[in-house]
């Protein structure tokens, strides 16, 4: 392949691998901020929280590395319902800071708690093999895995597309998020809704983490590293919808992956810059509501 | 004289008493013992601890009392407070430790006020010994494995390019720009150097890898931190099919740290590394000491070269304790009896350098390979003695100050 | 004001006004209980003399505080970003000293407020048109942009191993900085008396009264024609400037600074010291600042992991349960031991 067009390839393969990671991880917290107006900063936790368990799962328990990343989704997604019922559902009515020092020091006491069961040391899960190494599709190569993640985010990303637009439930969320006392005057069962919608997201979370594993080794503070980028794919894309997420997740995965190739010095500065960019000329990001 | 006996035995005994006392040396440990470097600070500390048990009755009648303090996050400002305070509340004589530069850099003003020497673990900034002659250093500079690694990688590996590629803060810098005079000075041609983000947060290393792959140097020589960072980059590394292409990887022993070492997989084999200290390393001094390791602190935990420093950071100190007959109230006199000191310990022969009061050590050029028993290892090819400090040697930028 | 001229003159009414009035100006003078944590402040000194430079950063981050709760207490702007205006006033004392060798302490922090209070004017007018999560993200991204472009140019920032061996000259020409860092800590003092003076005079001022309204209610604001934004903008920029002195004091005490002064982390621990000690009442700035420092000197050498799963469960506590901080719960105790006393 000439040498540009391979260049282009490998960003725009990259990229959409990184997108995808960010659109999963993502997805669920932009959905329970539009949908239940929370500022969410545990998100980051519940994703740490799958991927410790999938770590577990495959070194503890020998299942394979997709099956625990079904059943760490699942055990996060239930988990998450009490913390919801009894622990959200009262701030839902409080200010922004306190919902923010609420969900921060949640992600504090699950810092502490997997710093003391699992230690600090990095972890890693082991891969089966046909994600190992490499794809050839005869005009060039790609890891396996990386391509792994782009196939499993179109699929989520098509499976997510029709619930919402096409299920009953579906519609029900996307009412609850244009106008919530709308929905509830019409019979939609807001509290309900509102569980379901956050186990989802925080199940999606779980195995956005779970999926990082591979991709940037697991530590306790994975929590609050990467929670910035969350929050910035949900900022930019705009909260509560789908496609402003996968929007933002496209934008800055690729554009980050192009930065580190064609720039390595600037860092972080592109996200950054896109961040300020988009919020000062669209304050609700790119599909959100004012 | 009845009454005269047990005066005199009174007497005796507490001329021994404050004896006793006045021969304990009080040493400031400082680690960081919280946060997300915590595990760095715990394999210093582990160190520290051995040494003192195994060797406790080596210095009798004197005695060594370790004072612990938090090193805190690397912004310098806690480890600044809490080694003051340790020199003026503590009254400790000698202050060792430091995982990171910021912290003996922010304290070198503090140290040559208060006259109290340091003997640094870890940090490994190379211009740290000039800010204060009261500093003392038996780790290591980043000059000392990537310098001679230049060479090396040039006569010994085949590697006529390399594209460098590293994390962008200063041991990052400082370990490409070591690794850059060796190699062009042996003949070789770096054709590109990339930064690879910041230290707190592991990136995804593809576009960086992908960017060197399409350059086709000879070999890649990467720095990283160690730890979770390392990891990724073997994964990178193998996912990309980089040896395939035939891009060697080459860097420094942060590269493959022995706990991370299992976990990289066969995309780890063939890398040569070039460090001071492995855990497979033969000498004897190591054997015992990997031995007493294991015995102290169970079969799942391994010294490091974190560990290995710390070790002979005590050794060095109670070699001292000895020489000055437990003594330390004159730093100057501490800091003179440290320089010229030498042993035979875990990383092999180390010194401390008279003139520039750091350290002079062996680096080994290892490779990574399967052993018998199906686990990775490191074996050692070739090993270069008595390296300095080339930064200073050489006089480059801040170290010739 | 000429609004009241026309609004109704029922007895009422007057007397509300001169209620309201009266409350105004009662809370413009220092009350006795206000002494108190100078009384301690001083007290330290004498009773620790070896922790004075521990003492110090505690100051400073009391200033650093103070900042935050003049616009998150005050003005109700939510922000994770305010270690940009620390680091900026960092930095400029520690440049300043470096490389125009400017190493008079006073006008070096001066300096340094004075360059943050104008970053923060400038970024100020532009970002406080937003609210909530855009704001939010928006100074995230302006500390986080200040730290990778200070990285850029580590030839000049020093980068993360910082800049070394920065002195500076003896306080007012004759005071030295000794190991113990009395003269130090007496320094920070003096500097944060001056400050919170100031504060406090805003806070209580009819400027101070319009803030309130803002955070309150920022409809109504906007429709009885208040300049909003140019309020938010002022505040937001004497924060900033407060935020850089702080940042000043930091390098000076130190001799030392690195970007790690940006850290995401150190804007974060900021409004958990705040809002642990209470949001809104200046003191709360004092008592967060206080007992998390010490706490923290305490007990996370004892067990690092123990103290940040006690930190988040006294956050979750406080937000749940004590809404307005220690500070607050120490008034509430003083009003029901007032009403006790009463009866």
New interface residues.
């Given amino acids: 392949m000439p040498h540009i067009a391979n260049i282009a390839v490998s960003i725009v393969f990259d990229g959409l691998a990184y997108a995808m990671f960010l659109f999963i991880t993502s997805v669920g917290l932009s959905v329970t901020m539009g949908l239940m107006g929370f500022v969410n900063l545990a998100h980051g936790a519940f994703a740490m929280a799958g991927g410790y368990f999938v770590v577990s799962l495959t070194r503890s328990l020998g299942i394979d590395f997709v099956s625990s990343l079904v059943i760490a989704s699942a055990a996060v997604g239930v988990i998450s319902v009490p913390f919801e019922r009894y622990l959200y559902r009262r701030l839902y009515k409080s200010t922004d800071l306190e919902q923010v020092l609420l969900t921060i020091g949640l992600a504090f006491m699950a810092i502490a708690t997997f710093t003391y069961f699992y230690g600090p040391i990095p972890k890693s899960v082991p891969l089966p093999a046909w994600l190992q190494g490499d794809v050839n599709l005869g005009f060039r190569s790609f890891p396996s895995y990386r391509a792994f993640l782009i196939v499993l985010g179109a699929a989520l990303i098509s499976v997510l597309w029709y619930a919402f637009e096409q299920t009953n439930i579906g519609a029900k969320i996307r009412a609850a998020v244009d106008n919530r006392r709308m929905a509830a005057s019409v019979g939609i069962n807001v509290d309900r809704l509102f569980t379901l919608t956050f186990a989802l997201g925080s199940a999606l979370a779980a195995l956005g983490g779970g999926l990082a594993i591979q991709l940037f080794g697991l530590t306790p503070s994975f929590a609050v590293l990467y929670l910035v980028l969350f929050l910035i794919v949900v900022a930019v894309g705009g909260l509560g919808s789908l496609k402003g997420t996968l929007l933002a997740a496209l934008v800055i995965g690729i554009i980050d992956t192009g930065g580190k190739y064609a720039f390595p010095v600037a860092g972080n500065l592109f996200i950054y810059a896109i961040t300020v960019v988009v919020l000062l000329i669209k304050p609700a990001g790119f599909y959100g509501r004012e | 004289m009845q009454i005269l006996r047990p005066l005199a035995i009174a007497a005796l005994a507490a001329t021994i008493a404050s004896a006793a006392e006045a021969q304990t040396v009080k040493v400031g440990v400082v680690v960081p ?4 470097n ?2 760095l600070g715990h394999q210093m500390d582990n160190a520290f601890d051995l040494y003192v048990k195994l060797h406790a009755q080596d210095i009798a009648p004197y005695k060594v009392e370790l004072i ?3 090193e805190g ?5 806690v480890a ?2 809490v080694t ?2 340790l ?3 503590d009254k400790v004589q000698i202050v060792t430790g430091y995982s990171f ?2 912290s003996a ?2 304290l ?3 140290l040559t ?2 006259k109290v020497p340091m003997l640094i673990a870890n940090a490994g ?1 190379a211009w740290i010994t000039n ?1 204060s002659p009261y500093i003392v250093r038996l780790s290591f500079s980043m000059w000392h494995p990537a310098f001679p690694m230049g060479a090396y990688a040039y006569n010994k590996i085949g590697c006529k390019t390399v594209a460098m590629a590293y994390t ?3 041991p990052g ?1 400082d370990s490409t720009e070591a690794f850059k005079t060796g190699f062009e000075k042996a003949g070789g041609k770096i054709v590109d150097s ?11 290393f ?3 890898f ?2 060197i792959k ?1 350059e086709h140097p000879d070999c890649m020589y990467v720095f990283i931190p160690s ?3 390392a ?2 980059v073997m ?1 990178a590394y ?4 980089m040896r395939k292409a035939g891009i060697k990887l080459i860097g420094p022993m942060d590269l493959v740290p022995d ?2 070492l299992q ?1 990289m ?1 066969d995309a780890a084999i063939g890398t040569i590394v070039m460090g001071h200290y492995a855990r497979d390393l033969g000498n004897p001094q190591n054997k015992t000491f990997v031995a007493e390791w294991h015995k102290a602190y169970g079969a799942d935990s391994y010294p490091d070269f974190m560990s290995a420093a710390a070790w002979d950071c005590m050794h060095a100190i109670f070699d001292t304790v000895k020489k000055l007959n437990g003594d330390f109230s004159d730093g100057a006199e501490v800091v003179t009896a440290l320089k010229g000191w030498s042993t035979n310990g875990p990383r092999g022969h180390v010194m401390i350098d008279s003139g520039t009061r750091d350290v002079v050590e062996d680096e080994h050029a290892m490779e990574i390979y399967r052993k018998p028993d199906g686990k990775l290892g490191e074996r050692v090819l070739d090993t270069v003695k008595a390296v300095k400090d080339e930064c200073k040697e050489l006089k480059i930028g801040r170290c010739g100050s | 004001m000429a609004a009241n001229e026309t609004t109704t003159r029922s007895p009422a009414a007057e007397a509300a006004r001169a209620r309201a009035t009266e409350f105004l100006v009662r809370r413009h003078y220092f009350r006795l209980p206000e002494a108190l944590p100078w009384l301690i402040a001083v007290a330290c000194f004498f009773v620790f003399p070896d922790r004075m430079t521990f003492g110090s950063q505690v100051l400073i981050m009391i200033m650093f505080a103070l900042s935050l709760d003049l616009i998150l207490g005050c003005a109700g702007i939510v922000t994770l970003g305010h270690a940009a205006f620390f680091g900026l006033g960092a930095y400029t004392v520690a440049l300043a000293s470096m490389k125009l060798g400017w190493s008079e302490p006073i006008s070096g922090i001066i300096a340094g407020g004075l360059a943050a209070g104008l970053v923060g004017a400038v970024v100020g007018w532009f970002i406080l048109r937003y609210r909530g999560l855009t704001l939010l993200m928006l100074t995230i991204a302006f500390a986080a942009t200040l730290q990778e472009s200070g990285n850029l140019r580590s030839d000049i920032t020093g980068g993360y191993d910082g800049l070394p061996g920065l002195s500076f000259n003896p306080l007012l020409g004759y005071f030295q900085y000794d190991l113990y860092g009395h003269t130090n800590y007496l320094y920070a003092l003096a500097v944060l008396a001056v400050i919170f003076f100031f504060v406090r005079r805003i806070v209580y001022s009819p400027f101070g009264q319009a803030l309130t309204g803002i955070r309150e209610n920022i409809r109504r604001m906007h429709a009885v024609g208040s300049p909003v934004h140019a309020r938010l903008v002022t505040v937001y920029a004497i924060s900033a400037a407060i935020a850089g002195v702080a940042g000043g004091l930091f390098t000076q005490t130190n001799a030392f600074v690195t970007l790690t002064v940006f850290d995401f982390d150190a804007s974060a621990k900021l409004m958990v010291m705040l809002i642990l000690g209470g949001t809104g009442r200046l003191y709360g700035a004092f008592v967060g600042a206080f007992v998390y420092m010490v706490m923290e000197d305490k007990l996370s050498k004892l067990s690092p992991t123990f103290w940040q799963f006690g930190i988040g469960l006294l956050l979750i506590v406080a937000v749940l349960f004590a809404r307005r901080g220690l500070a607050g719960l120490v008034e509430h105790a003083g009003r029901r031991v007032q009403k006790w006393v009463k009866r």
């Avoid at chain 2, 996050?73 to 400002?77: D, L, Q, R, V």
């Fill in positions: 013992f919280s946060g997300a915590a595990d612990k303090r938090d996050p690397p912004t310098g400002a600044k407070t003051t305070e020199i003026t509340n530069s910021p850099i922010a070198a003003p503090v006020q208060a900034t800010l962008d803060f200063p810098k990339v930064p690879m983000g910041s230290p707190v947060q592991v990136p995804d593809t576009p960086f992908q960017k399409d730890g979770a960072h990891a990724g994964k193998g996912e990309l099919g706990n991370k976990d997989g």
